[in-house]
């Protein structure tokens, strides 16, 4: 059996400086193109806060700037939807904060904003980690949305909603029980 030593593959040799078809023949290092990279545009900045704008927000301002100049959601539409009233009545209040987001078009940071509870609460709140159980958390929550009180009972009345006068029970022919 004879070897014979390998022999490169022609695909690998270098053409020639007559053969290169890139350049008409010349190889110097000039004759290669070159590219320009594109000049970066000036950035854009929030008239608002001064915070760089993404190259996607056609808007003059950050959507937190925005939102800071839009008017509060209203809420009223979302009180009579019945699996709102139905968490409430559980007193299931990470699913009830989940649906009024949903249906008042909210962020938890919004929500957050209205209710005086952190971000992050709400969040553990929505997923199940953390309960409500505080009843100052909790009518703070419901006052910071403006739940009407017809849906929260009497139990989480605050001063700002007061109870109404109740009549004092009366025993048989109108005179108080003893």
């Known amino acids: ?84 009233q139905q968490a409430l009545a559980m007193r299931d209040f990470g699913t009830f904060c989940v649906l009024v987001r949903r249906l008042g078009g909210l962020r938890q940071e919004d929500l957050a904003t209205l209710t005086g509870l952190g971000q992050s609460f709400l969040s553990m709140l929505e997923s199940g980690v953390r309960r409500l159980t505080n009843i100052d958390k909790i009518i703070m929550m419901l006052d910071g949305l403006d739940v009407p009180i017809e849906l929260t009972g009497p139990m989480l009345r605050t001063s700002a909603h007061p109870t109404p006068p109740q009549c004092e029970p009366s025993g048989p022919l109108g005179h108080p029980p003893l």
């Open 1 to 84: 059996m004879v070897l014979y030593p390998p022999q490169p593959h022609p695909s690998s040799q270098r053409l020639a400086a007559k053969e290169c078809p890139l350049n008409g023949g010349d190889v110097s290092v000039s004759a290669v193109p070159t590219f320009e990279a594109p000049r970066p545009r000036q950035a854009r900045r929030c008239k608002g806060c001064g915070c760089h704008l993404s190259r996607y927000n056609d808007e003059t301002s950050c959507a937190a700037c925005i939102r800071r100049t839009q008017e509060p959601p209203t809420l009223a539409h979302v009180w009579s939807d019945a699996k709102v």
